[in-house]
């Protein structure tokens, strides 16, 4: 079946660095794309999020890439935080009355 | 949380006994969720409503029963907890489904332990 999906399952970054986490999604009707942060013992928070008629979208700090073409989503946090470690999901929509699917999530972790 | 409870925070039973949990919204929005989350497998979801009275199964919705007789409140019940309902579980709640202006808000979560 079709499914949103994690290239990595962790990321280990240096504070200040920038972090790109990778998402890919198999269903070519989704249009519509979110990108939830979910740090320990809490639930996931809203970041970002994209519609399939747009490439990129730009937030404090953070930047969402989509490309259709390769069915490939990808957020990028600039000047990465310690508060910045946490568990990041993409979730995707397929339209009509389809619930959000996500995927199952990358680690991020800032090294001081 | 965006005004999103869930009550109780942790609990832990014994596999045979019912089981209900509450998630209570001071949103007014229409749309509430509950999903499971499990290491391997992010976050599934069991059940969702519409609107007071109207409900629809998820993915994982086996063993589970909701309810939703007010528009702030969505319970979730097992009837018989088994030791494969161990999990996370978290309350989401959205203003529309496709959340195109809206995205699902999420609630603090609830552990839930089966012995």
């Known amino acids: 079946g079709e499914s949103v999906g994690l290239h990595l399952p962790t990321l280990s970054v240096q504070e200040g660095d920038n972090s790109i986490i990778n998402c890919a999604y198999s269903?070519?009707?989704?249009?519509?794309f979110i990108w939830y942060k979910q740090e320990s013992g809490k639930g996931p928070q809203f970041i970002i999020d994209?519609?399939?008629?747009?490439d990129k979208r730009q937030g404090q700090r953070v930047t969402v890439l989509l490309n259709k073409t390769v069915k490939h989503l990808s957020l990028q946090i600039a000047a990465t935080q310690p508060g910045d470690s946490a568990v990041y999901f993409c979730?995707?929509?397929?339209?009509?009355?389809?619930?959000?699917?996500f995927g199952k999530g990358t680690r991020l972790s800032v090294i001081a | 949380d965006a005004g999103i409870t869930q009550s109780p925070r942790h609990k832990v039973t014994e596999t045979g006994t019912p089981v209900t949990l509450r998630c209570h919204q001071t949103e007014n929005h229409r749309y509430m969720y509950w999903y499971r989350q499990d290491p391997g497998h992010g976050l599934r979801l069991i059940h969702y409503s519409y609107g007071v009275k109207d409900t629809d199964k998820g993915e994982v919705s086996d063993g589970y029963s909701v309810s939703r007789s007010k528009t702030e409140d969505f319970l979730l019940t097992l009837e018989s907890a088994t030791s494969s309902q161990t999990s996370v579980y978290f309350c989401?709640?959205?203003?529309?489904?496709?959340?195109?202006?809206?995205?699902?808000?999420f609630g603090p979560g609830t552990r839930l332990t089966v012995l």
């Open positions: 989401a709640i959205s203003e529309s489904k496709t959340s195109r202006s809206d995205t699902q808000y």
């Open positions: 979730a995707e929509i397929s339209g009509g009355n389809t619930p959000l699917v």
């Open positions: 994209i519609r399939s008629n747009m």
């Open positions: 269903n070519s009707a989704s249009d519509y």
